[in-house]
């Protein structure tokens, strides 16, 4: 009886970890909101004043609007803030795929 009370509970513990492990938004595919935020920053395809390959962070959000907000980015070149937040701030996005209210993560590549 000891041990099939263990294992019950061994086996309810194990179907809570799986169950909380995933996430809603990790099964989403951003592909079109993706395109469209490169065809943003692809305006100026080369980004003058970079000694090498720079590989940026950033955090959006979108607003009631579904104009993009950018939260944060995480490079220290002031140049190459300006010119992300400038260049998405406020630019609708057409792609259904965030709602309102929702944010999204994703990284740059800054060729030399």
Do not use: C, W
Request: no cysteine; aromatic share 10%; hydrophobic share 40%.
């Amino acid at each position: 009886m000891k041990k099939l009370f263990l294992s019950v509970i061994v086996t309810l513990l194990m179907s809570t970890a799986f169950a909380a492990d995933k996430s809603p938004n990790t099964a989403k595919n951003f592909d079109e909101t993706y395109k469209e935020l490169t065809k943003m920053l692809n305006t100026y395809p080369n980004f003058s004043g970079l000694d090498h390959e720079v590989v940026v962070k950033v955090r959006i959000a979108i607003n009631e609007k579904h104009e993009i907000v950018v939260m944060s980015t995480d490079t220290t070149n002031d140049d190459l803030n300006y010119y992300i937040k400038n260049t998405l701030n406020y630019q609708k996005l057409f792609s259904e795929e965030l709602q309102a209210g929702r944010g999204l993560v994703f990284l740059v590549k800054f060729a030399k």
